[in-house]
């Protein structure tokens, strides 16, 4: 089975980038980190990144807000180019990526956000989520397209809301959630298993493996 290669991009603590790696080296998804890119230097995911003996690069994002500079947009273009990515996943990345970088990787670029979207895109979903008083809240997996948050999704699991909650507790429980549903939907994505009809994605189902047999 031949791998593919991701590149992530992570701006803070790295759980989900954590995750990938693990699954990575326990076999458990046909796929290699291949570099990871931050637009913070003091990224704890830069650290993950290293101590897998990963390619960590910072890149500096050359202005405030949601947006990175144009020029730091072609730098990461060229880094994941270079590192010859299949696969961009976002990991906790606190940057809207531009129409362009979007349409570079189209259709390979996937995203792990903490709610049941379409409920609760955007930012600090979980206490908004507490807020409005769901009983299932969850995380999604979704292609990340030119909107924020509105990509096709791919997985999703649901965990409920406990008497009691807070947006802490929350949180983790997701969080624990985001770790498998990424893993699996990174290896759907790798066995070629994902067919996007407009805003639905397909999951094909399994080939029959074949081992000794580099065809079909
Ligand atoms: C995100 C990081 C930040 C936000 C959302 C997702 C956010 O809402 N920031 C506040 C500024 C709002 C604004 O200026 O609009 N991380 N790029 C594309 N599509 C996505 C998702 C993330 C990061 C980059 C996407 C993304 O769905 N084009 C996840
Ligand atoms: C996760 O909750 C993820 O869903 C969201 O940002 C957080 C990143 O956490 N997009 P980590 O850096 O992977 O631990």
């Known amino acids: 089975m031949r791998r593919i290669k991701v590149g992530v991009l992570a701006s803070g603590r790295g759980s989900n980038l954590q995750a990938l790696i693990d699954a990575s080296r326990d076999g458990k998804i046909d796929a ?37 500079a144009e020029e730091s947009e072609s730098e990461i273009i060229r880094l994941l180019d270079e590192a010859g990515v299949d696969l961009v996943a976002l990991a906790g990345f606190m940057r809207i990526l531009s129409p362009r970088l979007v349409r570079h ?90 067919r996007v009809e407009g805003r639905a994605v397909h999951v094909l189902p399994e080939r029959r493996s074949d081992a000794g047999s580099d065809q079909l």
């Open 32 to 68: 290699d980190i291949a570099i990871v890119i931050s637009d913070r230097a003091d990224a704890v995911a830069l650290a993950c990144a290293r101590d897998a003996g990963v390619d960590a690069r910072y890149v500096d994002p050359r202005r405030k807000g949601a947006r990175l």
């Open 105 to 194: 990787f189209s259709g390979r670029i996937l995203n792990i956000h903490p709610s049941l979207l379409p409920s609760f895109p955007g930012l600090h979903v979980q206490k908004k989520a507490l807020e409005y008083g769901v009983k299932y809240s969850g995380c999604t997996v979704h292609f990340v397209d030119e909107g924020v948050d509105t990509g096709p999704i791919v997985v999703q699991a649901a965990v409920p809301v406990i008497e009691g909650d807070t947006a802490e507790l929350l949180s983790k429980r997701i969080l624990k959630e985001e770790h498998r549903i990424y893993a699996e939907a990174v290896q759907l994505f790798a066995q070629g298993r994902l």
